[in-house]
């Protein structure tokens, strides 16, 4: 019933931009805390950027001054703008929502930085 769904994502040449965005259902999207993560193979998943209920971000030390989440509840859509991408930024990148005890993970659209 909950669905989280990425798209956007795609190719791009360093110092390129792209936004990915993520639609949500089944849930009450306004009250849920949004984010991404990016996992590239053998590695963790990371933290790339969050977005409460009430518009605060948070970003990691990598993306941060490059990527900009933002959400727009009126369309139950959330959206990373990135800029300035580099290599190190190639992954799968999640939709993430969580509210309490309740989180839901989208399953993944990949971006790959190359020249």
């Known amino acids: 019933q909950v669905q989280l769904v990425e798209s956007g994502g795609g190719l791009v040449q360093p110092g390129g931009s792209l936004r990915l965005s993520c639609a949500a259902s089944?849930?009450?999207?306004?009250?849920?805390?949004m984010g991404w993560h990016r996992q590239v193979p053998g590695k963790q998943r990371e933290l790339v950027a969050t977005?409460?209920?009430?518009?605060?971000?948070n970003y990691a030390d990598s993306p941060k001054g490059r990527f900009t989440i933002s959400r727009d509840n009126a369309v139950n859509t959330v959206y990373l703008e990135m800029n300035s991408l580099k290599p190190e930024d190639t992954a799968v990148y999640y939709c993430?929502?969580?509210?309490?005890?309740?989180?839901?993970w989208g399953k993944g659209t990949l971006v790959t930085v190359s020249s």
């Open positions: 993430n929502a969580r509210r309490g005890l309740a989180t839901f």
């Open positions: 977005i409460t209920n009430g518009g605060s971000t």
């Open positions: 089944g849930i009450t999207f306004s009250s849920y805390a």
